[in-house]
């Protein structure tokens, strides 16, 4: 098997660069101050939302279903 190396790099403030395998990635944050969502709003979203595809793939029962 390959073995696949990750190294994360902070390069400034708002840019980060990661070393996976023998490819390197430049990622930029931006933040919007507009933006009315807090972080643990988008986090709660998104897993939200996982949740439900995972258990909608399954048709599991209602009330079997995780909260």
Excluded: W
């Amino acid at each position: 098997m390959n073995e696949t190396t990750t190294a994360a790099v902070a390069v400034s403030g708002s840019v980060s660069e990661y070393h996976i395998g023998h490819t390197i990635y430049r990622v930029k944050t931006v933040y919007n101050p507009a933006f009315r969502q807090s972080l643990s709003d988008i986090l709660a979203r998104l897993i939200t939302a996982d949740c439900e595809k995972m258990l909608g793939d399954n048709e599991q029962e209602q009330d079997k279903q995780a909260v």
